[in-house]
């Protein structure tokens, strides 16, 4: 297998990881995450077999990250049921917004939904390559991001 | 527009500046270090003869190329005989560039950090640990490098094995030249021999 050198990839998918994680876990964890996702990376790396989508790895390794940190922030307040009967507003912690309110409300949605926004809009996959990263079929991250910003649509109107 | 798409694309164009720090990027070779993470680190180093690439693993200096040799071919290369835990880490290769500064303001004759021979093998490897042994400020022929390395008819071939030397400057292959006073060739061009050969004669 021949592998490019890992600093290729955080040339090329650094940028794209770390704002990946700035939205999704704020810029106040972000870094913590951004070296958590390097690191696991970085183990993982040689033993690679697949090395078409790199990017799609990488993100890969940083949702899962995020979603450490995210259930880990959960846990401090009480757990949160889980998302299809929960309303507007409800709340998983206390979470820097880091300016764009946006982001927070996009931290509310369920899980898959919420990976799948930030994945497609942030860190700019495409459908292929967010079901890469979340392990699932390119109809279900099409169907996680739509189904993920109709509810934030919902949310917002008056 | 609906309002949530628009508010989307605005905050993801106020993010598009925004990449991991080099605070962070610091922090993280220092954890691949302590965690055996950082296979191959390396730098660009200025240098009188252009900027060098220097490369090291964990057991030393592995790699030094001159510009003409592209950076990715450099790392390409290394990633695949070596390993592709590659990362740029500046402050791991301090002390051989110190060595570097020293050595082209001509203070310094003999490089101390440990050489990781790794990219050489069998008889080209035999051959530029012969010339590694070459004190500097002088000179040996081809014929006496390949004798030292224990060839001593095999005088092309220490040649080739100069020529593939990944390591110019510490391994001083500048320091072979032809029987009769002839510079001979060198991989980085002939006037960086001469410039070398200049300064340790200073």
């Known amino acids: ?158 | 527009m609906n309002g949530i798409d628009r508010e989307l694309t605005e905050a993801v164009s106020g993010l598009t500046q925004g990449g991991p720090s080099a605070e962070v990027l610091r922090a993280l070779n220092t954890r691949a270090a302590k965690e055996g993470l950082l296979d191959v680190a390396y730098a660009q180093v200025d240098s009188p003869l252009g900027p060098l690439t220097v490369v090291a693993t964990e057991r030393g200096l592995v790699r030094l190329a001159y510009p003409e040799r592209p950076l990715d071919q450099v790392l390409t290369d290394i990633a695949e005989e070596i390993s592709p835990r590659v990362l740029e880490a500046p402050e791991r290769l301090d002390p051989i560039r110190r060595e570097l500064d020293e050595y082209f303001e001509g203070r310094l004759r003999r490089f101390n950090e440990p050489v990781d021979w790794s990219l050489t093998r069998g008889f080209f490897r035999r051959v530029l640990e012969a010339t590694a042994r070459i004190a500097y400020g002088e000179v040996r022929t081809y014929g006496e490098v390949a004798a030292s390395a224990g060839s001593p008819r095999a005088v092309r071939a220490a040649g080739n094995g100069l020529g593939s030397n990944p390591l110019p400057v510490v391994v001083p292959c500048h320091r072979v030249v032809r029987t009769g006073g002839g510079l001979g060739g060198y991989t980085g061009g002939i006037e960086r021999k001469e410039f070398l050969l200049a300064l340790e004669r200073r």
């Open chain 1, 1 to 158: 297998m021949n592998l490019p050198p890992f600093q290729t990839l955080l040339d090329l998918h650094g940028g794209a990881v770390h704002r990946f994680l700035v939205a999704s876990v704020g810029a106040g964890e972000a870094d913590d995450c951004f070296q958590e996702a390097c690191i696991s990376a970085l183990r993982a790396y040689p033993g690679l077999e697949n090395a078409d989508n790199l990017r799609a790895w990488l993100l890969k390794i940083a949702q899962r990250k995020a979603i450490d940190a995210h259930r880990a922030r959960a846990r401090r307040p009480l757990p949160v049921a889980e998302p299809p009967e929960r309303g507007a507003g409800g709340g998983s912690g206390p979470v820097e917004s880091n300016g764009q309110p946006i982001w927070a409300r996009v931290r509310e949605l369920p899980e898959k939904q919420r990976m799948a926004v930030f994945l497609r809009s942030v860190a700019d996959l495409s459908y292929a390559d967010v079901a890469r990263a979340l392990d699932c079929s390119p109809d279900a991250a099409r169907r996680n991001v739509h189904e993920g910003l109709k509810r934030l649509r919902e949310e917002m109107a008056p």
